[in-house]
């Protein structure tokens, strides 16, 4: 079992910067991939991006060269630094962890509004 929590949401400008964290227990965190995703309302939720164990990183299109996903495995917490942040990132943003057996975790997810 893993328990994930995040934080770091909230109300900002567009062009402003957030960095969400999310804290993990309940497993080697190290072993795990660690990812986030998020949710518009009215919308499906989307991936935004991954890290892996060995810290190779993805993004999807609509954040690469904004948002950085990083990890700290001493601290057992994953982060996404999001810059230049636009009114359409507004969303619940919620983290995801995959085991090496590949079970899937999910936090309870922060808010994240961009506006003016």
């Known amino acids: 079992q893993v328990h994930l929590v995040e934080s770091g949401g909230g109300l900002v400008q567009p062009g402003g910067s957030l960095r969400l964290s999310c804290a993990a227990s309940?497993?080697?965190?190290?072993?795990?991939?660690m990812g986030w995703y998020r949710q518009a309302p009215g919308k499906q939720r989307e991936w935004v991006a991954t890290i892996t164990s060995g810290g190779s990183t993805k993004y999807a299109d609509s954040v690469k060269g904004r948002f950085t996903i990083s990890r700290d495995n001493a601290k057992n917490t994953v982060y996404l630094q999001m810059n230049g942040l636009k009114s359409e990132d507004t969303a619940v943003y919620y983290c995801n962890a995959k085991t090496p057996r590949f079970e899937y975790y999910w936090g309870q997810g922060t808010q994240v509004t961009v506006s003016s």
């Open positions: 309940g497993s080697i965190f190290s072993s795990n991939a």
